[in-house]
Protein backbone atom coordinates (compact mmCIF):
# COMPACT_ATOMS: atom_id res chain seq x y z
CA UNK A 1 0.00 0.00 0.00
CA UNK A 2 0.84 3.46 -0.86
CA UNK A 3 2.57 5.77 1.75
CA UNK A 4 1.12 8.51 2.79
CA UNK A 5 2.67 12.47 4.00
CA UNK A 6 1.20 14.21 6.07
CA UNK A 7 1.68 17.40 8.28
CA UNK A 8 2.49 16.41 12.03
CA UNK A 9 0.29 19.86 13.13
CA UNK A 10 -1.72 22.65 12.50
CA UNK A 11 -3.59 25.39 14.01
CA UNK A 12 -6.48 27.45 12.67
CA UNK A 13 -8.96 29.72 13.95
CA UNK A 14 -12.50 28.97 14.88
CA UNK A 15 -14.39 30.06 12.05
CA UNK A 16 -11.70 29.44 9.38
CA UNK A 17 -10.98 26.69 6.48
CA UNK A 18 -8.64 24.09 6.93
CA UNK A 19 -6.75 22.53 4.79
CA UNK A 20 -4.47 19.46 4.83
CA UNK A 21 -2.80 18.33 2.30
CA UNK A 22 -1.58 14.17 2.28
CA UNK A 23 1.19 12.87 -0.15
CA UNK A 24 0.87 9.06 -1.73
CA UNK A 25 3.49 9.39 -4.70
CA UNK A 26 2.74 5.53 -4.90
CA UNK A 27 -0.86 4.98 -5.00
CA UNK A 28 -1.62 2.42 -7.13
CA UNK A 29 -4.74 2.25 -9.99
CA UNK A 30 -7.04 0.60 -7.52
CA UNK A 31 -6.52 2.52 -4.33
CA UNK A 32 -9.20 5.05 -2.53
CA UNK A 33 -8.16 7.72 -0.69
CA UNK A 34 -9.97 8.03 3.13
CA UNK A 35 -9.55 10.27 5.97
CA UNK A 36 -10.79 9.25 9.31
CA UNK A 37 -10.88 11.59 12.70
CA UNK A 38 -9.50 10.66 16.02
CA UNK A 39 -10.69 12.80 19.27
CA UNK A 40 -8.26 11.63 22.49
CA UNK A 41 -9.18 8.44 23.65
CA UNK A 42 -11.95 7.60 21.23
CA UNK A 43 -11.80 5.21 17.84
CA UNK A 44 -11.19 6.48 14.66
CA UNK A 45 -13.99 8.08 13.04
CA UNK A 46 -14.49 7.58 8.87
CA UNK A 47 -15.03 11.34 7.57
CA UNK A 48 -14.84 11.36 3.52
CA UNK A 49 -13.16 8.92 0.95
CA UNK A 50 -12.46 9.52 -2.56
CA UNK A 51 -11.22 8.13 -5.93
CA UNK A 52 -10.76 10.87 -7.96
CA UNK A 53 -11.53 14.68 -8.34
CA UNK A 54 -13.82 16.10 -5.98
CA UNK A 55 -15.70 14.35 -2.93
CA UNK A 56 -18.36 16.43 -0.88
CA UNK A 57 -20.31 15.50 1.75
CA UNK A 58 -22.14 16.80 5.22
CA UNK A 59 -18.72 16.90 6.99
CA UNK A 60 -15.60 17.94 4.63
CA UNK A 61 -14.49 18.31 0.80
CA UNK A 62 -11.81 16.06 -0.44
CA UNK A 63 -9.77 17.13 -3.30
CA UNK A 64 -7.75 15.06 -5.84
CA UNK A 65 -6.05 16.09 -8.82
CA UNK A 66 -5.70 14.09 -12.05
CA UNK A 67 -2.29 12.52 -11.18
CA UNK A 68 -4.05 11.35 -7.76
CA UNK A 69 -0.45 11.66 -5.75
CA UNK A 70 -1.78 13.87 -3.55
CA UNK A 71 -5.04 15.27 -1.68
CA UNK A 72 -7.07 18.02 0.67
CA UNK A 73 -8.60 17.48 2.75
CA UNK A 74 -10.97 20.73 3.19
CA UNK A 75 -12.99 21.48 6.55
CA UNK A 76 -15.27 24.73 6.31
CA UNK A 77 -15.77 26.91 9.20
CA UNK A 78 -13.70 24.68 11.95
CA UNK A 79 -15.08 25.09 15.38
CA UNK A 80 -13.49 23.71 18.57
CA UNK A 81 -14.77 20.35 18.64
CA UNK A 82 -13.08 19.65 15.02
CA UNK A 83 -9.57 19.73 17.22
CA UNK A 84 -8.80 16.28 16.80
CA UNK A 85 -6.34 14.36 15.05
CA UNK A 86 -6.75 14.00 10.84
CA UNK A 87 -5.39 10.70 9.31
CA UNK A 88 -4.79 10.22 5.47
CA UNK A 89 -5.14 6.43 4.56
CA UNK A 90 -4.55 4.86 0.99
CA UNK A 91 -7.15 1.33 0.84
CA UNK A 92 -6.75 -0.31 -1.54
CA UNK A 93 -9.31 -3.53 -2.95
CA UNK A 94 -6.91 -6.06 -3.46
CA UNK A 95 -4.51 -8.64 -1.23
CA UNK A 96 -3.75 -6.33 1.99
CA UNK A 97 -6.59 -4.60 1.90
CA UNK A 98 -8.28 -5.49 4.97
CA UNK A 99 -5.88 -3.94 7.36
CA UNK A 100 -5.55 0.37 7.92
CA UNK A 101 -2.17 1.55 7.97
CA UNK A 102 -2.31 4.53 10.22
CA UNK A 103 0.86 6.71 10.24
CA UNK A 104 0.91 9.78 12.76
CA UNK A 105 -1.87 11.96 11.22
CA UNK A 106 -2.21 15.88 11.50
CA UNK A 107 -2.92 17.00 14.99
CA UNK A 108 -5.14 20.16 13.91
CA UNK A 109 -5.85 22.36 17.08
CA UNK A 110 -8.48 25.19 16.51
CA UNK A 111 -7.87 28.27 18.42
CA UNK A 112 -10.65 30.32 19.87
CA UNK B 1 -26.87 5.83 12.76
CA UNK B 2 -25.92 2.29 14.11
CA UNK B 3 -22.57 1.97 15.71
CA UNK B 4 -20.24 -0.53 16.74
CA UNK B 5 -20.21 -0.97 20.59
CA UNK B 6 -17.36 -2.52 22.94
CA UNK B 7 -17.53 -3.67 26.67
CA UNK B 8 -15.81 -3.01 29.15
CA UNK B 9 -15.06 1.09 28.64
CA UNK B 10 -11.97 0.16 30.92
CA UNK B 11 -10.50 -3.16 31.97
CA UNK B 12 -7.51 -3.44 34.87
CA UNK B 13 -6.05 -6.85 35.40
CA UNK B 14 -2.79 -8.19 36.41
CA UNK B 15 0.11 -9.72 34.43
CA UNK B 16 -0.53 -13.00 33.52
CA UNK B 17 -4.10 -13.06 33.54
CA UNK B 18 -6.55 -13.72 31.05
CA UNK B 19 -8.79 -10.77 29.20
CA UNK B 20 -11.81 -10.94 27.42
CA UNK B 21 -12.47 -7.50 25.34
CA UNK B 22 -16.04 -7.54 23.41
CA UNK B 23 -17.62 -6.21 20.85
CA UNK B 24 -20.48 -6.18 18.90
CA UNK B 25 -20.09 -4.87 15.12
CA UNK B 26 -23.21 -3.04 12.95
CA UNK B 27 -25.33 -6.04 12.57
CA UNK B 28 -25.55 -6.34 8.76
CA UNK B 29 -21.30 -6.06 8.37
CA UNK B 30 -19.30 -9.39 7.58
CA UNK B 31 -15.96 -8.34 8.24
CA UNK B 32 -14.28 -7.41 11.72
CA UNK B 33 -11.27 -6.07 13.20
CA UNK B 34 -9.60 -4.94 16.05
CA UNK B 35 -6.95 -2.47 16.51
CA UNK B 36 -4.77 -1.47 19.27
CA UNK B 37 -3.24 1.49 20.55
CA UNK B 38 -0.75 2.44 22.96
CA UNK B 39 -0.99 5.91 24.63
CA UNK B 40 0.73 8.05 22.71
CA UNK B 41 1.28 6.35 19.66
CA UNK B 42 -0.38 5.16 16.19
CA UNK B 43 -3.23 2.57 15.71
CA UNK B 44 -1.96 -0.50 15.11
CA UNK B 45 -4.09 -3.19 13.30
CA UNK B 46 -4.43 -6.38 14.99
CA UNK B 47 -6.75 -8.72 12.94
CA UNK B 48 -9.43 -9.10 10.38
CA UNK B 49 -11.87 -11.94 10.40
CA UNK B 50 -14.32 -12.87 7.66
CA UNK B 51 -16.50 -15.89 7.42
CA UNK B 52 -15.68 -17.11 10.62
CA UNK B 53 -11.79 -17.57 10.16
CA UNK B 54 -8.80 -15.37 10.57
CA UNK B 55 -8.41 -13.82 7.08
CA UNK B 56 -5.67 -11.30 7.78
CA UNK B 57 -3.16 -10.52 10.75
CA UNK B 58 -0.36 -9.13 12.25
CA UNK B 59 3.37 -9.76 13.68
CA UNK B 60 1.66 -8.28 16.69
CA UNK B 61 -1.11 -10.93 16.51
CA UNK B 62 0.83 -13.96 18.59
CA UNK B 63 -0.11 -16.81 19.63
CA UNK B 64 -1.27 -15.20 22.80
CA UNK B 65 -4.16 -13.29 20.98
CA UNK B 66 -7.15 -15.70 19.71
CA UNK B 67 -10.53 -14.03 17.95
CA UNK B 68 -14.01 -15.56 18.21
CA UNK B 69 -17.10 -14.91 17.24
CA UNK B 70 -19.53 -16.78 19.45
CA UNK B 71 -22.44 -15.91 18.18
CA UNK B 72 -24.67 -13.91 15.49
CA UNK B 73 -23.15 -10.64 17.15
CA UNK B 74 -20.86 -10.70 19.74
CA UNK B 75 -16.94 -10.16 18.37
CA UNK B 76 -14.63 -11.11 20.98
CA UNK B 77 -10.53 -10.71 21.48
CA UNK B 78 -8.51 -13.02 24.13
CA UNK B 79 -5.15 -12.33 25.77
CA UNK B 80 -3.97 -15.53 27.00
CA UNK B 81 -1.78 -14.54 29.34
CA UNK B 82 -1.43 -10.34 29.60
CA UNK B 83 1.81 -8.43 29.58
CA UNK B 84 2.67 -4.92 30.83
CA UNK B 85 3.13 -4.24 27.37
CA UNK B 86 0.10 -5.09 26.28
CA UNK B 87 -1.70 -1.83 27.96
CA UNK B 88 -3.61 -0.09 25.25
CA UNK B 89 -6.58 1.08 24.03
CA UNK B 90 -8.31 -2.00 21.88
CA UNK B 91 -10.54 -0.82 18.83
CA UNK B 92 -13.07 -3.24 17.68
CA UNK B 93 -14.33 -2.08 13.80
CA UNK B 94 -16.35 -3.67 11.12
CA UNK B 95 -17.44 -2.98 7.65
CA UNK B 96 -19.67 -4.22 5.15
CA UNK B 97 -16.84 -4.91 2.30
CA UNK B 98 -13.95 -4.02 1.54
CA UNK B 99 -13.49 -1.74 -1.57
CA UNK B 100 -15.25 1.64 -1.89
CA UNK B 101 -18.49 2.48 0.25
CA UNK B 102 -18.43 -0.84 1.40
CA UNK B 103 -15.26 -0.53 2.52
CA UNK B 104 -15.71 1.99 4.96
CA UNK B 105 -14.58 0.67 8.48
CA UNK B 106 -16.60 1.92 11.61
CA UNK B 107 -14.82 1.90 15.08
CA UNK B 108 -16.25 1.44 18.42
CA UNK B 109 -15.19 3.61 21.33
CA UNK B 110 -12.35 1.23 22.57
CA UNK B 111 -11.69 -0.75 25.16
CA UNK B 112 -8.94 0.47 27.61
CA UNK B 113 -6.84 -2.33 29.09
CA UNK B 114 -4.67 -2.06 31.68
CA UNK B 115 -1.90 -4.65 32.84
CA UNK B 116 -0.31 -4.05 36.26
Known amino acids: LAKTTQPISMDSYEGQEVNITCSHN???????ITWYQQFPSQGPRFIIQGYKTKVTNEVASLFIPADRKSSTLSLPRVSLSDTAVYYCLVVGSGAGSYQLTFGKGTKLSVIP | EPEVTQTPSHQVTQMGQEVILRCVPISNHLYFYWYRQILGQKVEFLVSFYNNEISEKSEIFDDQFSVERPDGSNFTLKIRSTKLEDSAMYFCASSQGLAGGRGWKFFGPGTRLTVL
Open chain 1, 26 to 32: NIATNDY
